[in-house]
């Protein structure tokens, strides 16, 4: 709740700022903005599957988040994005989204919580949490009045938290068990990629940005992991867009800390549909 009022309340503010200054909107490039913001709805559909040794996992093998627990694959949320050109060919972008989700169901095959094994038939539920924030440098070794081209590199903070329970009736007279544990990790992922942008009518921009990490180990992960985003703004009025993108990520990692030991496999992709103001 606490982040939907930050965005909500950080857009007023942008198109406040937008509104008393008409003279700097004339002259902005909508190519090449020194500052921009936006902020919207992704309508995000995702795949996880998570496996936390001895604590959440299907004996020895990963949950299926959706089929398994009935976790919704699909959501509406809200995203923030900041662009800042502090030089002629060099920019930042910072990018922020959060997933809060839960499910829970009678399971049809055994699942282990907190150190116990349920049978098939026991009533299992997780939450889980997914938050990701971005930052990543562009140099623009192309850089022209209607296009450009960049080398990209990232770091994406992921903070993965998952908690669950499972309880199970024993038999006539001997009562029910249940157990419930939680486990959570932060993994900060180095990507590298290229990034693009064009401007072939005065008043549309068309972009992309596409970054990986490949499969290396980095401190407690080991794994792969990318991200990717292509789009179209429309500039309505002097520095203020409306645009809509394609982004997508994944990550598949096995990790090895205290917290959570044992393996992720995330992938998210979806539209997402947002208001633009570029100074």
Not at 11 to 18: D, F, N
Not at 43 to 57: L, Q
Not at 85 to 110: N, P, T, V
Not at 137 to 145: A, D, E, K, P, V
């Amino acid at each position: 709740m606490f982040e939907k009022r930050f965005l909500i309340s950080g857009l007023l503010v942008v198109l406040a700022l937008a509104g008393l200054t008409p003279a700097a909107a004339e002259e902005t490039s909508h190519l090449w903005p020194r500052f921009a913001v936006d902020a919207g709805a992704y309508n995000i559909s995702t795949s996880d599957k998570i496996k936390v040794d001895g604590e959440i996992e299907l004996i020895g093998r990963e949950i299926d988040l959706a089929t398994d627990i009935g976790l919704p694959d699909s959501e509406m949320l809200l995203t923030f994005k900041f662009d800042w050109a502090f030089a002629e060919r060099h920019s930042l972008q910072f990018g922020y989204w959060s997933l809060d989700r839960s499910g829970s169901r009678s399971i049809a095959r055994e699942i282990e919580i907190g150190d116990i094994v349920f049978p098939v038939g026991a009533e299992a539920e997780i939450e889980f949490d997914t938050t990701s924030i971005g930052a990543a440098y562009t140099y623009w070794f192309m850089r022209h009045q209607r296009f450009g081209v960049g080398g990209t590199f990232g770091l994406v903070y992921l903070g993965l938290d998952a908690r669950a329970s499972a309880s199970v009736r024993l038999g006539p007279g001997s009562g029910s068990l249940s157990r419930e544990t939680s486990a959570s990790t932060d993994l900060p992922v180095p990507m590298i990629g290229i990034a693009g942008k064009i401007s072939p009518w005065e008043r549309w921009v068309f972009y992309g940005r596409a970054e990986i990490l490949p499969s290396i180990t980095v401190g407690e992960y080991s794994g792969s992991a990318g991200n990717y985003s292509f789009g179209a703004d429309f500039y309505v009025w002097g520095p203020l867009a409306v645009g809509a993108s394609f982004d997508g990520t994944y990550y598949d990692a096995e990790i090895d800390q205290d917290d959570w030991n044992g393996s992720v496999d995330l992938s998210t992709n979806g539209f997402r549909f947002y208001l633009r103001a570029a100074f």
